[in-house]
């Protein structure tokens, strides 16, 4: 019997259910009782409300009912002889499905039938849980899900909850952001476990430390679920600092300086790992480093982070008490403009260095102690060039400040009054200069240095090729005025040259300071060292393009062991309210071996060579400006340069006691070969008779030293 009625045109359709009266014989009696279509759930269709029934001819009376607890089910019919009871309702609740035995009975019980009903799911639900509060489920609870449909549940980290573990119907399956159910055929549960994760506390993970000082860092970790913890790290650890993984602490003293930017600390507690990037920047103790090629944090610690233009790190030495040295790198480049470091634009701006603070060039940019740099392979530009028209000093001393390694170019500073545009020393006490190059610099007067009641020191530079335009008076390359000056080991050559008109008349400038030059070489610069303070010159090379190399104008003045063309015959010259004291002046040519390009080296066969006294070098100077050991041979060369050529010549000196005179004249320095044998005679004045020769210094061999004439071989560099 169907019980589903179908308009023609399909535009309507009756449910009905069966009630079935059978009597003994053939006939039978049959009827239909409507059913409500408003009581169907509106997801079913009616094909699926259809069964067949088949009884067998012993039924007398039977009334079936079949009736779901879903309302999303359908039910089918079908069935086989079996034995069931008579005249009862059947009233049918199938689980989901379920297969359902139904027992139809005759009266008599001589026949039997027997049904199935097949109760089918058009819908199945999908319950979606996670275990507290934490993390995002979407959706959550309960969703009803078409048979042979997908399902997608979605989840998402919230706070401090990840998604550690995820189960389908109990069975573990790897968490992901997505659970996706394929084809859905039976109803199923998803459990998404989270997981509150283990968190760093604290902001700075970017260390700084120092190298010898200590380094500690201990991690706070913070974990809400109390989960045990496990660390580890990955990447390179600065040596001399350890990593313990039982508490992710990091500690030691760091023995190396640089950048390590490749640190992993990773906590786990047995559900969630969580990685922390740490970075550690080891720096030396009172040192900015300064690369204008650098890329980094520039925080000026590690080469890597190094500032790139000396403003900066001259701006953190100003405010940090504790920055004392700057280590600035160079270039092999020193003509490209890039590599240079240049003030501020503002006129006003200057390199000011601060008391105490020192400035080292020559790095290449990855040293890790002063030692390692070379100055002459990296050299470090300072320059004012840009603009050009800036009128102002390029750098300001301080109290006990030094500069070491630079090049100190393209200063201009022509306002009238004005001096000094390199750098200017004024009431600055124990200013250093080392190994540093002056050249291209111009100003009114000391272009290249200007001491103004300061005391300097002035050690291993070259200086030349600077210019003061501003005629009488001044001085092309250095002034020093009141306080004391100290130039040592020092090339000075071609200043003011070859400017012809409105130029400086002198190329250093003594104005009443304390002046001590020592194994310097002044050669080819158009004006002299003019003096009005006290100056002392020792084992150093005057050989200008005037004829006049030093005037002592006023104060005492003292020259020893110096090589002069011209010597007191012009050369020296004494003004009245001066007082000179010379010392074996040798009147001869140093023989440089090419003034042209620059190569002040001695020739073989110079007198300078070897020809300079035992405390002409101070105890801290141990090279000439090339780099050459101070002493190569015997002795230390006169002027700034050492040679390696063996002296050939030797000189001597005859000093006779008051009452007589020699032959050769005493009092003057005399040059022979060494080695060989020189006649010597004394004259006693009247009323005295010879008494004997004696030694008074250096190695001479006297044939006999009772004998008023006898011979001498003179052995060493200076015999007297």
């Known amino acids: 019997?169907?019980?589903?009625?179908?308009?023609?045109?399909?535009?309507?359709?009756?449910?009905?259910?069966?009630?079935?009266?059978?009597?003994?014989?053939?006939?039978?009696?049959?009827?239909?009782?409507?059913?409500?279509?408003?009581?169907?759930?509106?997801?079913?269709?009616?094909?699926?409300?259809?069964?067949?029934?088949?009884?067998?001819?012993?039924?007398?009376?039977?009334?079936?009912?079949?009736?779901?607890?879903?309302?999303?089910?359908?039910?089918?019919?079908?069935?086989?002889?079996?034995?069931?009871?008579?005249?009862?309702?059947?009233?049918?609740?199938?689980?989901?499905?379920?297969?359902?035995?139904?027992?139809?009975?005759?009266?008599?019980?001589?026949?039997?039938?027997?049904?199935?009903?097949?109760?089918?799911?058009?819908?199945?639900?999908?319950?979606?849980?996670?275990?507290?509060?934490?993390?995002?489920?979407?959706?959550?609870?309960?969703?009803?899900?078409?048979?042979?449909?997908?399902?997608?549940?979605?989840?998402?980290?919230?706070?401090?909850?990840?998604?550690?573990?995820?189960?389908?119907?109990?069975?573990?399956?790897?968490?992901?952001?997505?659970?996706?159910?394929?084809?859905?055929?039976?109803?199923?549960?998803?459990?998404?476990?989270?997981?509150?994760?283990?968190?760093?506390?604290?902001?700075?993970?970017?260390?700084?430390?120092?190298?010898?000082?200590?380094?500690s860092y201990m991690p706070l970790v913070v974990d809400n679920d109390n989960d045990p913890l496990s660390f580890s790290l990955t990447g390179t650890l600065p040596p001399g600092i350890s990593f313990n993984p039982v508490n992710g602490s990091l500690s030691g003293t760091p023995t190396t300086p640089g950048y390590w930017g490749d640190i992993q600390l990773e906590v786990s507690d047995g559900k969630v790992s969580v990685t922390r990037p740490i970075t550690i920047e080891v720096g030396i103790e009172g040192v900015r480093l300064v690369n204008s090629q650098a890329s980094g944090l520039a925080t000026g610690v590690s080469w890597t982070n190094a500032y790139t233009t000396l403003t900066q790190a001259l701006s953190e030495a100003h405010q940090e008490e504790t920055v004392s040295e700057i280590w600035v790198a160079g270039t092999t480049d020193p003509t490209a403009p890039q590599y240079w470091y240049s003030p501020d634009p503002d006129p006003d701006s200057s390199f000011n260095l601060k008391d105490g603070l020192s400035l080292y060039g020559g790095f290449s940019g990855n040293e890790t102690s002063r030692t390692e740099r070379s100055v002459s392979a990296f050299p470090t530009v300072l320059s004012a060039s840009t603009p050009a028209s800036v009128n102002r000093v390029l750098v300001k001393a301080a109290n006990s400040s030094r500069l070491d390694g630079f090049n100190l170019t393209g200063a201009k500073n022509l306002v009238i009054g004005a001096e000094g545009a390199?750098?200017?020393?004024?009431?600055?006490?124990?200013?250093?200069?080392?190994?540093?190059?002056?050249?291209?610099?111009?100003?009114?007067?000391g272009s290249a240095i200007h001491a103004y009641n300061s005391s300097v020191r002035v050690v291993n530079c070259e200086i030349y090729e600077n210019y003061a335009t501003s005629p009488s008076g001044t001085a092309s390359a250095i002034v020093a005025e009141n306080g004391s000056f100290t130039i040592e080991n020092c090339l000075i050559y071609k200043n003011n040259n070859p400017i012809t008109t409105n130029k400086a008349e002198y190329v250093m400038h003594n104005r009443n300071s304390a002046m001590t030059i020592k194994s310097c070489t002044f050669a080819d610069n158009d004006g002299y060292v003019f003096s009005t303070g006290d100056c002392s010159i020792f084992n150093t090379i005057l050989c200008n393009l005037e004829p006049v190399q030093l005037v002592i104008a006023a104060g005492t003045g003292i020259a020893g062991n110096c090589l002069v063309p011209g010597g007191l015959n012009g050369s020296l010259v004494v003004k009245p309210d001066g007082l000179l004291e010379t010392h074996t002046?040798?009147?001869?040519?140093?023989?440089?071996?090419?003034?042209?390009?620059?190569?002040?080296?001695?020739?073989?066969?110079?007198?300078?060579?070897?020809?300079?006294?035992?405390?002409?070098?101070?105890?801290?100077?141990?090279?000439?400006?090339?780099?050459?050991?101070?002493?190569?041979?015997?002795?230390?060369?006169?002027?700034?340069l050492e040679s390696n050529w063996t002296q050939p010549h030797a000189r001597f000196t005859i000093e006779p006691s008051p009452d007589g005179d020699t032959d050769p004249e005493s009092g003057l320095s005399h040059q022979v070969q060494r080695h060989s044998s020189i006649p010597v005679t004394a004259i006693p004045h009247q009323g005295f008779s010879f008494y004997k020769w004696s030694a008074v210094s250096g190695q001479p061999v006297i044939a006999d030293s009772l004998s008023a004439t006898t011979e001498v071989t003179v052995n060493g560099i200076h015999d007297s």
């Open 1 to 215: 019997v169907a019980i589903t009625v179908i308009a023609a045109d399909r535009s309507t359709y009756a449910l009905y259910s069966l009630i079935i009266d059978r009597e003994t014989g053939t006939s039978s009696k049959a009827s239909m009782i409507a059913v409500s279509e408003s009581a169907l759930a509106p997801d079913f269709s009616p094909s699926l409300f259809n069964y067949t029934l088949t009884l067998a001819p012993q039924v007398h009376t039977f009334d079936l009912q079949i009736a779901t607890v879903s309302s999303y089910a359908t039910v089918s019919v079908s069935g086989s002889g079996s034995a069931s009871r008579i005249g009862e309702s059947w009233s049918i609740q199938p689980a989901e499905n379920d297969t359902l035995l139904i027992d139809i009975i005759s009266e008599d019980r001589s026949d039997t039938s027997t049904y199935s009903i097949i109760v089918n799911r058009t819908h199945y639900t999908v319950s979606v849980s996670r275990n507290g509060t934490g993390g995002i489920v979407n959706p959550l609870g309960d969703s009803l899900v078409a048979a042979g449909e997908s399902f997608t549940v979605q989840f998402s980290d919230s706070g401090q909850f990840r998604l550690c573990s995820l189960f389908v119907n109990g069975v573990t399956q790897v968490p992901a952001s997505v659970c996706t159910l394929s084809s859905v055929s039976q109803s199923t549960s998803i459990l998404a476990m989270f997981n509150y994760v283990p968190f760093f506390q604290g902001t700075v993970f970017d260390f700084r430390s120092i190298i010898g000082t200590l380094f």
């Open 422 to 445: 390199a750098i200017v020393a004024s009431n600055a006490q124990d200013v250093v200069l080392w190994s540093c190059k002056f050249y291209d610099n111009e100003s009114t007067s």
């Open 585 to 640: 002046i040798t009147d001869t040519f140093p023989l440089f071996a090419n003034s042209q390009i620059n190569d002040y080296s001695l020739l073989n066969g110079s007198w300078a060579a070897d020809g300079g006294l035992s405390d002409s070098c101070s105890p801290d100077i141990t090279s000439d400006i090339l780099g050459n050991p101070r002493i190569l041979q015997e002795r230390i060369d006169i002027g700034a």
